[in-house]
């Protein structure tokens, strides 16, 4: 059974930087694209940052791009989030989710192609 926990959100000044991990166990943690997506209340899910397999490509939603950035350490089953010059736009639940396919190709911004998620974890951007 896939179980992903994810830790690091908390309460941040705007300017501000948090790094988010996602624990993954359960199956092999390497064959598997990882992403970021995260919720704000009263919104939809939104997709933020995505992770090739093997750490060889990434992709960024435009409103991150330039301040986030994923990376993976296969050794130790995580995925990151490392978030920057946060703003208070980025306040949401931060949920990471792993492909449904071993070893794709191409990476995904799209929820439904994503099998196992993490409960989530509070980020909150102060002014």
């Known amino acids: 059974q896939v179980q992903l926990v994810e830790s690091g959100g908390g309460l941040v000044q705007a300017g501000g930087s948090l790094r988010l991990s996602c624990a993954a166990s359960?199956?092999?943690?390497?064959?598997?694209?990882m992403g970021w997506f995260r919720q704000a209340p009263g919104k939809e899910r939104e997709f933020v940052a995505a992770?090739?397999?093997?750490?060889?490509?990434?992709y960024y939603a435009d409103s991150v791009k330039g301040r986030f950035t994923i990376s993976r350490d296969n050794a130790k089953n995580t995925v990151y989030l490392q978030m920057n010059s946060l703003k208070l736009e980025d306040t949401a639940v931060y949920c990471c989710?792993?492909?449904?396919?071993?070893?794709?190709?191409?990476?995904?911004?799209?929820?439904?192609?994503?099998?196992?998620w993490g409960q989530g974890t509070q980020v909150t951007v102060s002014s």
């Open positions: 359960g199956r092999t943690f390497s064959t598997y694209g």
């Open positions: 992770i090739k397999w093997n750490g060889g490509s990434t």
């Open positions: 989710a792993e492909d449904g396919w071993q070893y794709r190709s191409r990476l995904t911004v799209t929820s439904a192609e994503y099998d196992y």
